[in-house]
C-alpha cells in the first residue's frame, strides 16, 4: 500500500529517518560481527580436522604395524570421532559409540592421499548433534595394502548452540536498538523542533497593530537563522509598508477633503437662493477647476500604483538627452517667460530610458523649480556622462530651497514642506514621488541637494546599459 508521505510532520520524518538509520547500522554490525564468529570457528574446525588428518597419516606411515599408537589415538577422541578402514573399506578400528549414529554412507567422498580437506560436511543425525566429517585416503609403504580410509568427525554441536544463542542476542540487541532509536528520534527531533515552535507561536502573535515583534535570529540554530532573519527582514518591510498605507490613507483623506469641502460649499452657497446665470456659470467653472484637480490627483495616485506594481517593466531607448531636454524647456518656456524666470539648457549625452517617462520626470522638476524660483530666477537643466555610473541629468534653481529636516521625506507622496502649502494650495505634493518611482523603474536613483534661500539641485542617475 501507497503511503502518503507529504502530509507528515517534521517530526515524524525526522524519528523514521533516525531510526532506519539505526536499524541500518546495527544490521550491518551485528551481522559482521556473526559472519565473523561464524567464519571463525568453521575456519578453527576445518583446520582442527585438517591437522588431525595429517596426524592419523602420520601414525600410518610411520607405524604402519604397530596399531596401539593408532588405537590410542582413537580411543582418545572426545569432540571427534575416528574411523580407519582398509582399501575394501572394511573397518579396521573406529571410537566408541561412532557406529550407530556416525555410518560410514553418511561422510563425504574421500579425498586423495595427497590432498588435505578445506572445508567438511555438516551432518545431524538422529541423535540430535551435529557433526562436521570428512574422509581421506592414505599411503601406506608396507608390503601389505597400499592404502587406508581415514573417516574423521567433530562434533560441533556446542559450536552450533553457541552460533544459535549468539543469533538470539544479536536479534534482541537489534530489536531493543529498534525500539531506543524510535525512541531517542522522537526525543530529539521533538527537542530540535522546538525552535520552529516558537517561531509559530511569534508568527501568531503579530498583528496589523503589532508588527512590532521579532523574531531575533541570534537564539536560535545556525540552520534557523537564516528563516528567521528573513522572517525578521519580512516584518519590516510589512510593518513599513503598513506605515506607509497608514500614512498614505491619511494624507490622501486630508488633500481630498479640501477639494471636496469647497465643491459642497460653492454648491450649498448656489443653492441657498436664487441665482443670475453668471453667477451659476462662475460657479460651475469654480467646480470644474475643482474637479480638474481631483482628476490630476487621480492621475498621479493610478500612475504611481501602476509603477510600483511587482512584475512592471518598460521599453528602453536610447535618448538624446539634450533634444529631451529642449524639447520639455520649450514646453515651459512660455510659463517661465511670465514669471520672469530663464531656463539654460546645457550638457549632451545619450541616455537609455522610456522616452515618455524620461520628459514626465523631467516636466515634473521643472514645473516644481518654476513655483519655488522667484522672479528673475534662473533654472538650469544639464546633461552628462559619468564613466562607470550612466548619465545625469540636473536640475537647478536660485529658488527658495528647501530646510535639510525636510530633505528625508520630500520624495514621500502628498509629503508638502507647511510653507509651500500655503504659498502653492493647487498643489498635491505627488509629483516628486512619481519622479522617484520612474527612477525606480528605470533601475537608477533621484538625490536632491538644496539649502534654505539659495536653491535646490535635483540628480536623476540613469544608468548605463548592460
Same mark, same amino acid.
Given at each position: 500500500?501507497?503511503?502518503?508521505?507529504?502530509?507528515?510532520?517534521?517530526?515524524?520524518?525526522?524519528?523514521?529517518?533516525?531510526?532506519?538509520?539505526?536499524?541500518?547500522?546495527?544490521?550491518?554490525?551485528?551481522?559482521?560481527?556473526?559472519?565473523?564468529?561464524?567464519?571463525?570457528?568453521?575456519?578453527?574446525?576445518?583446520?582442527?580436522?585438517?591437522?588431525?588428518?595429517?596426524?592419523?597419516?602420520?601414525?600410518?606411515?610411520?607405524?604402519?604395524?604397530?596399531?596401539?599408537?593408532?588405537?590410542?589415538?582413537?580411543?582418545?577422541?572426545?569432540?571427534?570421532?575416528?574411523?580407519?578402514?582398509?582399501?575394501?573399506?572394511?573397518?579396521?578400528?573406529?571410537?566408541?559409540?561412532?557406529?550407530?549414529?556416525?555410518?560410514?554412507?553418511?561422510?563425504?567422498?574421500?579425498?586423495?592421499?595427497?590432498?588435505?580437506?578445506?572445508?567438511?560436511?555438516?551432518?545431524?543425525?538422529?541423535?540430535?548433534?551435529?557433526?562436521?566429517?570428512?574422509?581421506?585416503?592414505?599411503?601406506?609403504?608396507?608390503?601389505?595394502?597400499?592404502?587406508?580410509?581415514?573417516?574423521?568427525?567433530?562434533?560441533?554441536?556446542?559450536?552450533?548452540?553457541?552460533?544459535?544463542?549468539?543469533?538470539?542476542?544479536?536479534?534482541?540487541?537489534?530489536?531493543?536498538?529498534?525500539?531506543? +532509536?524510535?525512541?531517542? =528520534?522522537?526525543? *530529539?527531533? %521533538?527537542?530540535?523542533?522546538?525552535?520552529? &515552535?516558537? !517561531?509559530?507561536?511569534? $508568527? #501568531?502573535?503579530?498583528?496589523?497593530?503589532?508588527?512590532?515583534?521579532?523574531?531575533?535570529?541570534?537564539?536560535?540554530?545556525?540552520?534557523?537563522?537564516?528563516?528567521?532573519?528573513?522572517?525578521?527582514?519580512?516584518?519590516?518591510?510589512?510593518?513599513?509598508?503598513?506605515?506607509?498605507?497608514?500614512?498614505?490613507?491619511?494624507?490622501?483623506?486630508?488633500?481630498?477633503?479640501?477639494?471636496?469641502?469647497?465643491?459642497?460649499?460653492?454648491?450649498?452657497?448656489?443653492?441657498?437662493?436664487?441665482?443670475?446665470?453668471?453667477?451659476?456659470?462662475?460657479?460651475?467653472?469654480?467646480?470644474?477647476?475643482?474637479?480638474?484637480?481631483?482628476?490630476?490627483?487621480?492621475?498621479?495616485?493610478?500612475?504611481?500604483?501602476? +509603477?510600483?506594481?511587482? =512584475?512592471?517593466? *518598460?521599453? %528602453?531607448?536610447?535618448?538624446?538627452?539634450? &533634444?529631451? !531636454?529642449?524639447?520639455? $524647456? #520649450?514646453?515651459?518656456?512660455?510659463?517661465?517667460?511670465?514669471?520672469?524666470?530663464?531656463?539654460?539648457?546645457?550638457?549632451?549625452?545619450?541616455?537609455?530610458?522610456?522616452?515618455?517617462?524620461?520628459?514626465?520626470?523631467?516636466?515634473?522638476?521643472?514645473?516644481?523649480?518654476?513655483?519655488?524660483?522667484?522672479?528673475?530666477?534662473?533654472?538650469?537643466?544639464?546633461?552628462?556622462?559619468?564613466?562607470?555610473?550612466?548619465?545625469?541629468?540636473?536640475?537647478?534653481?536660485?529658488?527658495?530651497?528647501?530646510?535639510?529636516?525636510?530633505?528625508?521625506?520630500?520624495?514621500?507622496?502628498?509629503?508638502?514642506?507647511?510653507?509651500?502649502?500655503?504659498?502653492?494650495?493647487?498643489?498635491?505634493?505627488?509629483?516628486? +514621488?512619481?519622479?522617484?518611482?520612474?527612477?525606480?523603474?528605470?533601475?537608477?536613483?533621484?538625490?536632491?541637494?538644496?539649502?534654505?534661500?539659495?536653491?535646490?539641485?535635483?540628480?536623476?542617475?540613469?544608468?548605463?546599459?548592460?
Amino acid at each position: 500500500m501507497w503511503v502518503r508521505t507529504g502530509s507528515w510532520s517534521i517530526t515524524r520524518r525526522l524519528t523514521i529517518l533516525y531510526a532506519l538509520s539505526t536499524v541500518t547500522m546495527l544490521l550491518v554490525v551485528t551481522g559482521i560481527l556473526y559472519w565473523v564468529l561464524v567464519s571463525d570457528l568453521a575456519k578453527a574446525d576445518n583446520q582442527f580436522l585438517k591437522d588431525k588428518i595429517r596426524v592419523l597419516r602420520a601414525i600410518l606411515r610411520e607405524h604402519p604395524d604397530e596399531p596401539e599408537g593408532l588405537r590410542e589415538e582413537v580411543n582418545s577422541a572426545g569432540v571427534y570421532y575416528i574411523r580407519v578402514l582398509d582399501q575394501d573399506k572394511q573397518v579396521l578400528i573406529e571410537s566408541p559409540d561412532m557406529a550407530p549414529w556416525l555410518p560410514g554412507f553418511l561422510f563425504p567422498e574421500p579425498i586423495e592421499s595427497g590432498e588435505f580437506p578445506t572445508a567438511g560436511l555438516k551432518r545431524s543425525p538422529p541423535n540430535g548433534r551435529s557433526y562436521l566429517l570428512v574422509s581421506a585416503w592414505t599411503k601406506l609403504e608396507t608390503a601389505g595394502p597400499p592404502r587406508r580410509l581415514l573417516q574423521v568427525a567433530l562434533d560441533v554441536t556446542g559450536e552450533q548452540a553457541l552460533i544459535a544463542g549468539y543469533r538470539r542476542r544479536l536479534i534482541i540487541v537489534l530489536f531493543g536498538g529498534t525500539l531506543f +532509536a524510535a525512541a531517542a =528520534g522522537i526525543a *530529539i527531533a %521533538r527537542r530540535g523542533m522546538r525552535p520552529m &515552535k516558537a !517561531i509559530t507561536q511569534t $508568527a #501568531e502573535r503579530i498583528t496589523a497593530v503589532q508588527l512590532h515583534e521579532r523574531i531575533d535570529p541570534a537564539r536560535w540554530p545556525k540552520e534557523l537563522t537564516a528563516l528567521a532573519t528573513a522572517f525578521d527582514q519580512m516584518l519590516d518591510r510589512l510593518e513599513e509598508s503598513f506605515t506607509r498605507l497608514s500614512q498614505f490613507s491619511a494624507d490622501l483623506a486630508h488633500e481630498l477633503r479640501t477639494p471636496i469641502h469647497n465643491l459642497m460649499g460653492e454648491a450649498e452657497v448656489a443653492l441657498s437662493r436664487n441665482r443670475t446665470p453668471e453667477e451659476y456659470r462662475d460657479v460651475l467653472e469654480s467646480s470644474l477647476e475643482e474637479f480638474a484637480k481631483l482628476s490630476r490627483m487621480i492621475d498621479g495616485l493610478l500612475f504611481l500604483a501602476r +509603477a510600483e506594481s511587482t =512584475g512592471r517593466s *518598460i521599453e %528602453r531607448s536610447p535618448l538624446d538627452a539634450r &533634444k529631451e !531636454i529642449n524639447a520639455v $524647456a #520649450e514646453f515651459h518656456e512660455a510659463l517661465a517667460e511670465e514669471q520672469g524666470i530663464r531656463i539654460v539648457c546645457e550638457g549632451n549625452a545619450t541616455v537609455q530610458a522610456d522616452p515618455i517617462l524620461f520628459r514626465r520626470a523631467l516636466s515634473n522638476l521643472l514645473s516644481n523649480a518654476l513655483q519655488y524660483t522667484p522672479r528673475g530666477g534662473r533654472i538650469t537643466v544639464s546633461a552628462r556622462s559619468v564613466a562607470n555610473i550612466g548619465v545625469e541629468v540636473r536640475v537647478k534653481d536660485t529658488g527658495s530651497g528647501i530646510a535639510p529636516e525636510h530633505l528625508p521625506k520630500i520624495f514621500d507622496r502628498f509629503y508638502r514642506v507647511d510653507s509651500a502649502r500655503s504659498q502653492f494650495p493647487q498643489g498635491f505634493g505627488l509629483g516628486l +514621488a512619481i519622479v522617484r518611482s520612474i527612477m525606480d523603474l528605470h533601475g537608477g536613483a533621484v538625490g536632491i541637494q538644496s539649502e534654505p534661500s539659495k536653491g535646490t539641485t535635483v540628480t536623476l542617475t540613469f544608468p548605463s546599459p548592460l
